[in-house]
C-alpha cells in the first residue's frame, strides 16, 4: 500500500468537495434508494485495494450529501466550517491520540485545557468552572446534569453515586415549555425519567415566564434543578437568566442553562446583554459545531462545583495512568466517555484564528444577515416573521399551512437554499438559522430570491 498516496488523494477529494460547495445545489440530489443502490454492496469476502474503496466511497455518497457548509444551508442549527478548523480536525484524525489521559498524551490534554479556559473567558463563564469537550450538547447536558444529580441529593445526605436512585428523594426539574428534547432525553439517560419535569409556560417567543417559575418552585421543597435556555430553537429567544437565578437561588436549586446556541452571544459585546446572569448559573451546555463552526462533533459542559462534576464523572482502574490532578488534567475524569476523541485541537485551532473580535464578529454577522433575510422575505406576498429577530433565528409562514409547507419544499427543491420546517402555535412554519461564518450577503440575496419564486408558483 501506498500510504503517501492514499492520504494526498484523500486530501484533494476533500479539498474538491470543500472548493465545489459554493456551485452546488445546497440540500442533497440523491434518495435514499439511489444511494443504497451503490453503496449497499455485500460485505466483501476480501481486502479491495485502499485506494478504489477511497475513490468508490467518495463518488458514490456525493450526490448524497448535503452542503452543510455552505452559506445558504439554514437548516436546523448546523454551523459551517472554518477551514483552520477543518485542518485541525484532519490532523486530529492523522495524530489519533485516545485523549483521555493526561500522562500518555499530554498535548492533546494541555490544548484541551487551555481551550477549556479560552472558551470560559469568551463566554462569561466563572474562572473556577469545570468543563468537558463531549460531542454535543446532548451529552453536554446528560454531563452537567448528573453533576446536578450528584450535588442536589448529596445536599440531602443521598450519594447516588454509590446507591444509585434507590431510595433517593424524588428530584424536581422545572424547565420551560420550550425547552430542546435533548433535556428531556438527558433526564432519561440519568434515571430521573421525564416524570419529574415540572413544564413552566413560555412567552410567545419560547422564553421561560419567571412568574410561572416561581410559582412552581413555591409548590414544593426538596432537590431541585431548574433549566433555563440561551436561543430558543424556533425563536433564538433567550431566558432572563438573572430574575431565573435570583428565583432559584432562593429556592436553593440548582440552576443549569441550555446555550447550545444562545451562550456564543457572550462573546459579543453589542449581544452580551441577552446572557445577562449567565455568570450565577451552576452548570452550562452549550456546543461548537454549531457557532464556533468547527466540525462535528463537538460540544462543551461547565460545572461550578468541580467537584459534584468529578464526583458524577471520575474513574480509576489500576492499569490507567493517572495523572496528580494538581498537575495535569485527565479529561477522563470529566467526560461520560473512556476513550475519545482529541476535540480540543479543532477548538483551540478556531479561537487562536479567531481571537475574541473574531468570534464577536462571527456572532454579529450571522444576526445581521438573519437581520436581513427577515426584512427581505417579509416582503413576499402572505409572508409573516413570527419571531423577534433578536439573535440569528428567523421564523416565519406564509398565509396558511398548505403554501408555508409548499415554498419551503419548492426552496429545498431548487437547490438554492436549505431550511426546515417546524410547528409554531399549532401552524405549519419555516425556521431559518444563520450559523455559517460563510453567509454573505449575496447569500442573502439569492435566498430571498429563491423564496419570491418558489411563492410565485
Ligand atoms: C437549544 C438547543 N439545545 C440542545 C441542542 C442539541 O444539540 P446537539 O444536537 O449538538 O446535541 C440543540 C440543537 O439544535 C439546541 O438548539
Not at 99 to 123: D, F, H, I, N, Q
Not at 341 to 352: N, Q, S, V
Not at 427 to 443: H, K, L
Request: with cysteine; glycine share 10%.
Amino acid at each position: 500500500m501506498d500510504e503517501r498516496r492514499l492520504l494526498e488523494h484523500a486530501a484533494a477529494l476533500g479539498i474538491q468537495y470543500v472548493e465545489s460547495v459554493p456551485g452546488r445545489a445546497v440540500g442533497p440530489t440523491a434518495t435514499i434508494d439511489e444511494l443504497r443502490a451503490t453503496l449497499d454492496l455485500p460485505l466483501p469476502d476480501g481486502p479491495t485495494d485502499e485506494l478504489e474503496v477511497l475513490r468508490e466511497l467518495a463518488t458514490n455518497v456525493d450526490p448524497g450529501l448535503a452542503q452543510m457548509g455552505s452559506g445558504r444551508y439554514f437548516g436546523f442549527v448546523i454551523g459551517g466550517v472554518l477551514p483552520v478548523a477543518l485542518a485541525a480536525d484532519w490532523l486530529t484524525a492523522a495524530w489519533d491520540q485516545n485523549a483521555g489521559l493526561a500522562l500518555p498524551t499530554p498535548a492533546a490534554a494541555v490544548v484541551e485545557e487551555v481551550a477549556g479556559r479560552w472558551l470560559k473567558e469568551l463566554l462569561g463563564i466563572p474562572e473556577h468552572a469545570s468543563f468537558a469537550l463531549v460531542t454535543g450538547c446532548q451529552v453536554a447536558h446528560a454531563t452537567a446534569l448528573a453533576a446536578a444529580r450528584n450535588h442536589v441529593l448529596e445536599q440531602v445526605g443521598h450519594d447516588v453515586e454509590r446507591d444509585g436512585l434507590v431510595g433517593a428523594p424524588p428530584i424536581r426539574v422545572v424547565a420551560g415549555a420550550k425547552r430542546h428534547g435533548t433535556i428531556d432525553r438527558a433526564l432519561r439517560l440519568l434515571g430521573l425519567g421525564t416524570g419529574c419535569v415540572r413544564a413552566v409556560e413560555a412567552d410567545d417567543q419560547g422564553r421561560m415566564v419567571v412568574e410561572g417559575l416561581r410559582e412552581e418552585l413555591a409548590r414544593g421543597r426538596g432537590p431541585t434543578i431548574v433549566i433555563a435556555q440561551l436561543g430558543e430553537v424556533n425563536t433564538g429567544a433567550c431566558d432572563d437568566l438573572n430574575a431565573i437565578a435570583d428565583a432559584t437561588s432562593a429556592a436553593g436549586a440548582w440552576l443549569h442553562v441550555d446555550g447550545a446556541f444562545g451562550l456564543w452571544a457572550a462573546a459579543s459585546p453589542s449581544f452580551r446583554q441577552l446572557t445577562a446572569g449567565v455568570e450565577r448559573a451552576d452548570s452550562w451546555a452549550t456546543d461548537a459545531h454549531k457557532w464556533l463552526n468547527v466540525p462535528y462533533d463537538n460540544g462543551i459542559a461547565f460545572c461550578a462545583h468541580p467537584s459534584a462534576h468529578r464526583a458524577a464523572l471520575g474513574i480509576r482502574s489500576a492499569y490507567l495512568i493517572h495523572a496528580d490532578p494538581d498537575a495535569a488534567r485527565d479529561p477522563v475524569d470529566w467526560n461520560p466517555e473512556h476513550s475519545r476523541r482529541a476535540r480540543g485541537f479543532t477548538i483551540y485551532a478556531a479561537l487562536r484564528s479567531l481571537g475574541r473580535s473574531g468570534v464577536a464578529e462571527l456572532v454579529e454577522r450571522s444576526c445581521a444577515r438573519a437581520q436581513a433575510l427577515a426584512a427581505g422575505l417579509s416582503r413576499l406576498p402572505g409572508c409573516e416573521i413570527l419571531n423577534e429577530v433578536a439573535l440569528n433565528q428567523v421564523l416565519l409562514r406564509f398565509e396558511d399551512d398548505e403554501t408555508t409547507d409548499r415554498v419551503v419544499a419548492a426552496v429545498q427543491a431548487s437547490g438554492e437554499a436549505w431550511m426546515g420546517g417546524t410547528v409554531w402555535d399549532d401552524r405549519r412554519a419555516i425556521r431559518i438559522s444563520v450559523s455559517s461564518w460563510q453567509t454573505s450577503e449575496e447569500d442573502v440575496e439569492r435566498t430571498i430570491a429563491a423564496f419570491a419564486t418558489a411563492r410565485a408558483v
